[in-house]
């Protein structure tokens, strides 16, 4: 069964910096693309930026709204997702998903998410 | 920039009822480019439809999506208690590599 936990979300005020992580199971995280996709309190889905995997070369794409701001990264040897953000601002709050697919991978639709961890930009 | 458009923001329908949705996107994507979510409150979002017509296993052939171009739908046929949701339409492959519109909220009437 195909496990996505987030952890790492809480209150961090306006210009701070938060580090989310998400560990992976039953299936090939090595493999596999990864996303982050967050959702504002009360509003729609945002996707936040991709991490391909190294085999294909491992490259990083970023929403406009956060480019520069936050990074992605993984550590395939822990199975983990990282998502460490700068600079952060109070647009930033809302709840953020790990997500990938089980294969084929690519930018394709999304077939599994993570339960959520909420970040709260506030002074 | 793709920007996805979603219509109406809410719509008020009763069970049994035939539910239509509709996405536009703000320039010609694939019609391998284009999936449905549901989310339900306090859950994640749930893929139902992908490629603009391709049902996820386990889905219930109520539901069902059309169109090309720039004008995608999502049909269901008839609405079950469980269908009142919030649904929207995501776009992968493009630029940027993933957007999603800004939902359409299905409620009972």
């Known amino acids: 069964e195909v496990q996505l936990v987030e952890s790492g979300g809480g209150l961090v005020e306006p210009g701070g910096s938060l580090r989310l992580s998400c560990a992976g199971s039953g299936f090939p995280f090595t493999a596999a693309w990864m996303n982050w996709v967050r959702q504002a309190p009360g509003k729609g889905l945002e996707w936040v930026g991709r991490?391909?995997?190294?085999?294909?070369?491992?490259?990083?794409d970023y929403a406009a709204p956060v480019r520069g701001r936050f990074i992605i990264s993984r550590d395939d040897s822990k199975d983990t997702l990282y998502l460490q953000m700068n600079s952060l601002r109070n647009d930033d709050t809302g709840v953020y998903y790990c997500t990938t697919r089980n294969g084929p991978y690519g930018d394709l639709p999304i077939d599994y998410w993570g339960q959520g961890t909420l970040v709260t930009v506030s002074s | 920039e793709i920007v996805l458009t979603q219509s109406p923001g809410t719509l008020s329908l009763s069970p049994g009822e035939r539910a239509t949705l509709s996405c536009r996107a703000g320039q010609t994507i694939s019609s391998k480019s284009l999936a449905w979510y549901q989310q339900r409150p306090g859950q994640a979002p749930r893929l139902l439809i992908y490629?603009?017509?391709i049902r996820t296993t386990g889905i219930p052939d109520r539901f069902s999506g059309s169109g090309s171009g720039t004008d995608f739908t999502l049909t269901i046929s008839r609405l079950e208690p469980e269908d009142f949701a919030v649904y929207y339409c995501?776009?992968?492959?493009?630029?940027?590599?993933?957007?999603f519109g800004q939902g359409t909220k299905l409620e009972i009437k």
């Open positions: 490629d603009t017509s």
């Open positions: 991490i391909k995997s190294k085999t294909d070369s491992g490259s990083i």
């Open positions: 995501h776009q992968y492959g493009g630029s940027p590599r993933h957007s």
